[in-house]
């Protein structure tokens, strides 16, 4: 009997000429992979590095360009400075409430497939706030954005990590991460450009042709993957009870102006939420959240940290973005342009700093990055009526700049080295929820706090006296977070986990990493 012939294409190469259906098929070793082998150098690891920098370029530019863009949304649209709150934080609040789940969904139904859902559901949202006619309905699409950054967010990276190979796997990590980084560094002077060319309107409309690109390429080109075996539940319960918390105390911030009894009761809703959740999260088989990985206490110390640093970061680039333009009298673009030194720092140093921290330790930079933070919003105070960005701004800026390279980075990678490996993507998670929800509620508070009334933003003379009662605060959180981390934080075990993700290239937007590790 003849022998049969053996075929000599690797393994490899069978899976990149596999068929779009084989592929797809739920029945196929793809489903649940015992070893990723996606090569960067193959044509199907390049679509699914640009598919998935595509996807989350999209989430991480509306992150940074509308912050841009609020005071001609405030003018357009006749909105007060709570109107502009909500514009932010109703993104956020869907976003921080969903994430996790997202991350869940991914892992049972299909990540590509849930990707693929997110990408749409956030460009018909953009659609909606291209055309929103009032603050209201704006404020509901960005809400709905915030969903389908909670479907792509999470998607886009484990994507990447459940496709390639054990030995590309990093590098992919770190390009993606790169590339999403230029993006959202250049996501200030785009929405810029656009607020003062064609109109704030096409900062949300410009998610539209990204995803008409990204969703055909995903279906096309990118393998289907999925692990129900680490998800037996959703805890639905769970990420509703964290979402109305997060909604209900962000109400009565923002409202507290008023005083109203419905401020109050919003006020009570929301901690009860919180309460009920924590309760929910203990007595469940399989939470969203398990509370035992809180038993760590570095976990808890940097999870701490996070919650000063990333509250200081959103409450100053929400405020500096308005005092640049209604107080200095820069334009849209020039005031997108002036935060561009931050994220520069963060693309050209991130890394380093990470490789310094696993020598020296993490406690040093996460004690010294927020004082240097607080030092950089302090120097803010010199920025008022007709501030030169050379004397005034930069320095600021660079300053600050030089504070987030010192610290984001070992952040993250303290975060993973304080639990078990298996749980690195739960850590990171959790993390990522900590410091969007830090955000959510410093955009909230911080200008209920600095005095600043709903029409502030109008007036130069009002926003720059609220602007400078606010950089303190900011500074006073951040010099918090570094007596934290002193106090707390110690050098993890030689043998811990080092995240594939060690660059950052945007501070709002922590990378995640699922557990899946060669």
Known sequence: MAATPQDPRSPQEKQDLQSPQEKQDP????EEPAEPGVRISSPTGKWILLTTVLGSSMAMLDSTVVNVALPRIGRDLNADLAALQWTVNAYTLTLAGLILLGGSLGDRFGRRKVFVIGVVWFAVASLLCGIAPSGGVLIAARALQGVGGAL?????????????????????VGLWSGFGGVGAAIGPFVGGWLVDGPGWRWVFLLNIPVALLCAPIALRHVPESKDS??????????????ALSLAFVTYALIEARSGSVLVWVTAVAGVAAGVAFVYVERGRS??????????????????????????????????????LQVVAGYSALAAGTALLPTTALMLLFSARSGELAQR??????????PLLCAAGMLLMLRVGEDASYVADVLPALLVLGL???TLVAPLTATVL???????????????????????LIAVAALPLLAGMGAEAYRS??????????????????LVLGAVVAFATVRRPAPDCRRPECRTHGWVTAPPLETGKRA
């Open 417 to 439: 080295a304080s639990v078990d490996t298996g749980r690195a993507g739960l850590a990171s998670g959790i993390n990522n929820a900590a410091a969007r929800a830090a955000g």
């Open 152 to 172: 792509l967010t999470p998607g886009s990276l484990a994507l990447i990590q459940a496709s390639f190979h054990p030995d590309d796997r990093a590098r992919a």
């Open 286 to 323: 399989d939470p969203m959240m398990p509370l035992d990985i809180f038993a760590s206490r570095q976990f808890t110390a940097v999870n701490a940290v996070t919650l000063c640093v990333y509250a200081a970061f959103s409450g100053f680039f929400f405020l500096a973005a308005l005092q």
């Open 360 to 369: 020296i330790g993490p406690r040093i930079p996460l004690t010294v990055g």
């Open 27 to 30: 029945r196929s070793p793809q």
């Open 229 to 242: 075996r680490t998800h037996r539940g959703f805890d639905v319960l769970g990420a509703t009870l964290g």
């Open 403 to 405: 504070g987030m390279v």
């Open 460 to 477: 130069a003379d009002a926003f720059d006296s609220a602007f400078r009662r606010a950089m303190p605060l900011c500074a006073g959180v």
